[in-house]
């Protein structure tokens, strides 16, 4: 058995500007934009191995939920996962199809704290984001591929991450 929590993040070219250093008597510049086009990134981690699935899609529904739960049946075929997820609509609309290797647990409502994804958003925003403009939504795309490939490659960094005390389990 495995225990993997899943979130959605949105990724687009909203830009928020943050603190950033610069010589002394320098102000730096950091572009700024607000354009309302997203992709979303579904992602489920495994935080006792390090392990990420995710996808990129254009929005986070049913459909699209269903497609990133047949990726994480297959890339966690040899076991049985039990998901903790919010609750999102189409996290348990009745049109959802879930694997048979794949069981839910809803975290509370209005509770992101508890789910450890939130960091892999903050990172990713943190590393891969800060202070950039997208001339497209393909840009946006090609800096998340970049951005998740780095991370799935550092498992003991999703483990600092994400192994939150609650998903230790003692028997």
Aim: aromatic share 10%; proline share 6%.
């Amino acid at each position: 058995m495995r225990i993997l929590v899943e979130d959605e993040g949105r990724f687009g070219q909203i830009n928020n500007t943050r603190k950033s250093w610069a010589p002394q008597g320098v102000r730096p510049v950091a572009p700024r934009q607000i354009v309302r086009q997203y992709i979303y990134v579904f992602a489920a981690i495994c935080a006792e191995l390090g392990r990420m699935s995710s996808l990129i899609l254009p929005r986070a529904d049913t459909e699209m939920m269903n497609l990133f739960l047949q990726q994480v049946a297959e890339d966690f075929s040899d076991s049985f996962v039990v998901m903790i997820l919010d609750q999102a609509g189409w996290h348990f609309s009745k049109s959802l199809t879930i694997p048979e290797n794949i069981a839910f647990i809803p975290l509370p409502p209005h509770s992101p704290e508890l789910n450890p994804v939130e960091h892999l958003w903050d990172e990713l925003k943190e590393k891969f984001f800060h202070n950039k403009a997208f001339k497209s939504l393909d840009e946006v795309e090609n800096t998340l591929c970049t951005g998740l490939s780095q991370i799935i490659r550092q498992p003991n960094k999703i483990r600092s991450m994400t192994n939150f005390e609650y998903l230790r389990i003692t028997c």
